[in-house]
């Protein structure tokens, strides 16, 4: 659990009563695969598993998760170093693209790790079947991009020097064997390529109260490089979001195949979750918020592992959905089973920068 240097009043811009970013989440082929991914290879632990979330004969599904009424979750929480939480998801449903979107595309999507000795982390990836994407860098300070066995987008770099805007992850004070190998600092960042970037960071910046750390073109090559390789050369911004998570946004390119982004249920889906204390006020400002849909109302789950948690997706005007959840943690169901526990802001609140 992290603590800030200072506390600061609960945030009055943006989104009520938000903390940080809970979760990035992503559909992918095959559940098993991915946690064991998540877990063997990036040296996450496995929190909880829940599923089939469905709705057998009404339209539930719908409502509340974009998808086809008859589509079918299971549904897997794995913490990734200190701040991070992941949420997989693999989807059965009558209507799934099976083909994710590329890097081009909008909905395009990566997660960007900072590890301690990237060349060590290379090795640790490659053993593990993880494809390397591009040349080596002479001067091995470059981003290095890499696929998953079942194609999402990662990459990887060396520390980072604290700036004063962008979180900058910090090593985990009980790194697990498998953290050891990879040399897994944290997660740097979660990149969304979107239709409209200027839009992309206003929606951010003034309805999610986000702040911009840098922007402009992105580079192929060198170290900061930050889109991989074959992928058009693009305007980007990094934002913060919230005090130990930034987010990148990059303008689709001109030769994208996909004109919009994938749903839940797509190999490729994605969302992006943020921890409020009061779901229903966060509610009731989103509603306000122009192109903002709120996909019915907020609800409180009543069995499972994370029974208590009350939550809400919604859809904005810039092609990610989102979500706002509110949990119980110390009181969740899941942590009678297991040691493991999900990242929580703990004592942070959305704009304290510890």
């Known amino acids: 659990m992290l603590n800030a240097v200072t506390a600061s009043p609960p945030v009055h811009t943006g989104l009520p009563t938000a903390r ?19 877990v063997d290879v990036l040296g996450g632990r496995l929190c909880y598993r829940e599923g089939p979330v469905e709705d057998p004969s009404g339209d539930w599904m719908t409502r509340k998760l974009g998808v ?24 059965t449903a009558p209507d799934q693209l099976v ?3 590329g890097p081009n595309d909008v909905g395009g999507h990566h997660l960007a790790l900072t590890v301690a000795d990237p060349d060590a982390a290379e090795d640790h990836l490659r053993r593990a079947g993880t494809v390397r994407l591009g040349p080596a860098d002479p001067s091995g300070r470059a981003r290095r991009w890499f696929l998953t066995p079942w194609g999402m987008l990662l990459s990887v770099r060396g520390p980072l020097r604290p700036d004063g805007r962008r979180f900058v992850p910090a090593p985990d004070p009980h790194p697990t064997a498998v953290q050891s190998a990879l040399g897994l600092l944290g997660v740097e960042h979660v990149s969304y390529t979107v239709a409209d970037l200027d ?7 003034d309805v999610l109260g986000a702040e911009v750390v ?6 192929d090559t060198g170290p900061d490089g930050h889109r991989p390789p074959g992928a058009e050369q693009s305007r980007r911004v990094l934002l913060r979001t919230g005090p130990t998570a930034n987010c990148e946004l990059v303008q689709s390119g001109t030769g994208a195949l996909r004109s919009r982004p994938p749903r839940n249920s797509d190999i490729g889906g994605h969302h992006l979750a943020f921890y409020v204390d009061d779901v229903d006020a966060a509610a009731a400002y989103l509603r306000e918020q122009r192109g903002v849909v709120l996909m019915g109302e907020p609800e409180t789950i009543t069995q499972g592992p994370i029974a208590g948690d009350r939550w809400l997706y919604f859809s904005t005007p810039i092609g990610i959905q989102m979500e706002i959840i509110s949990m119980p943690d110390g009181s969740l169901p899941y942590e009678r089973q297991t040691t493991a526990r999900r990242a929580t802001p703990g004592g942070l609140r959305w704009h304290d920068r510890p």
């Open 20 to 38: 940080a970013v809970d979760h990035y989440a992503f559909t992918v082929p095959c559940l098993d695969e991915a946690v064991a991914y998540a």
């Open 68 to 91: 086809h009424p008859r589509a079918r979750a299971q549904v897997a929480l794995v913490r990734l170093g200190p701040c991070t939480n992941l949420e997989l998801f693999e989807y």
């Open 99 to 101: 083909a994710p979107p």
């Open 199 to 205: 839009a992309g960071v206003a929606f951010f910046t």
């Open 214 to 219: 840098e922007s402009g073109a992105a580079p």
